[in-house]
């Protein structure tokens, strides 16, 4: 008997008692190819893997395939069941099951704060948005995909016309940073991000008016905590510089070479803005072992 004389009848029997295209085939001699054909013109699921293949079906494995032929999303399946969204996807597909019909709620309630997020979809990202409005980034995500709002960086933007932005005036000509620090709070340092990387703005203001890169560290010179003035600023060398003339114009004598312990002053030698003299190596020493004590 060729595999076209095996009954369809026959064939169908075996389909619906739950056996596999291999098996029939074996009973009946009936191709494989016209076994799957009738199979699928009569919409009966393959049979999982775990029947043939000896794996324990899930627990949850008949609910699952009742769920599928409903037309019930992989999520939904998976929150109903309790199975990983993974396995689902998996007794889909060995199912012979097509995609969910049964589609999720587009009417819930909008997020408290979605006109907010909304107004920020197109100048900032989801992460920032998030953090400056104090909500999930997912919730911020979904605002997004509803409405189809992209977020295109700003590119080309002048370095120094963000750095003026960040900058409010106070009295006195003092400069103070109203822009975005290392961590929360007024105790983090002023951060500006140039290429992805968080750079100072002191030291910036420092370079573009000395036309030259600081050497150590770039503080304020007016007395004025947090300045950023460009000609308010100077760095170590600066500061060095002009409190050995202070030390000079009040009579007092040269720094010596070394400080009474041996430290080369070259390399530890600092100054106060009234031209006093301290080693930097010793008060570090000092300070050690008080906190020690």
């Known amino acids: 008997m060729s595999t076209a004389d095996v009954p369809e009848t026959e064939v169908l029997?075996?389909?619906?008692?739950?056996?596999?295209?291999?098996?029939i085939n074996r009973r009946t001699g009936a191709g494989r190819a016209r076994v799957g054909r009738i199979r699928r013109a009569h919409r009966i699921p393959n049979v999982p893997q775990s029947v043939y293949c000896g794996r324990k079906d899930h627990p949850q494995g008949r609910r699952m395939r009742l769920l599928?032929?409903?037309?019930?999303?992989?999520?939904?399946?998976?929150?109903?069941?309790?199975?990983?969204?993974?396995?689902?996807?998996?007794?889909r597909r060995l199912g012979g099951f097509g995609p969910a019909t049964i589609r999720p709620r587009t009417d819930r309630q909008r997020h408290p704060r979605h006109d907010d997020i909304a107004a920020r979809l197109a100048t900032a990202t989801d992460k920032d948005i998030a953090a400056e409005l104090g909500v999930d980034k997912s919730c911020v995500a979904k605002v997004r995909r509803e409405l189809g709002v992209l977020f295109v960086p700003t590119r080309g933007r002048p370095v120094a016309e963000r750095w003026a932005e960040m900058l409010l005036i106070i009295r006195g000509g003092?400069?103070?940073?109203?822009?975005?620090?290392?961590?929360?709070?007024?105790?983090?340092?002023?951060?500006?991000?140039?290429?992805?990387?968080?750079?100072?703005?002191?030291?910036?203001?420092?370079?573009?008016?000395?036309?030259?890169?600081?050497?150590?560290?770039?503080?304020?010179?007016?007395?004025?905590?947090?300045?950023?003035?460009?000609?308010?600023?100077?760095?170590?060398?600066?500061?060095?510089?002009?409190?050995?003339?202070?030390?000079?114009?009040?009579?007092?004598?040269?720094?010596?070479?070394?400080?009474?312990?041996?430290?080369?002053?070259?390399v530890y030698g600092r100054y106060e803005p009234n031209g006093n003299a301290h080693c930097a190596a010793c008060r570090r020493d000092n300070m050690r072992v008080h906190r020690a004590a």
């Open 13 to 23: 029997a075996l389909l619906r008692a739950g056996h596999t295209n291999a098996e």
């Open 68 to 91: 599928l032929s409903e037309g019930y999303t992989n999520a939904e399946i998976a929150r109903r069941t309790g199975a990983d969204v993974t396995t689902v996807r998996r007794y």
């Open 174 to 266: 003092h400069l103070v940073w109203n822009g975005p620090r290392s961590r929360p709070g007024p105790g983090g340092s002023p951060v500006l991000k140039v290429r992805g990387r968080n750079v100072s703005p002191g030291r910036l203001g420092f370079e573009w008016a000395t036309g030259r890169a600081p050497v150590g560290s770039v503080l304020p010179e007016c007395g004025q905590p947090g300045c950023l003035a460009p000609d308010h600023l100077d760095d170590a060398a600066g500061r060095t510089e002009v409190r050995v003339k202070v030390r000079y114009l009040l009579g007092k004598p040269k720094a010596r070479e070394t400080c009474v312990r041996g430290h080369d002053q070259a």
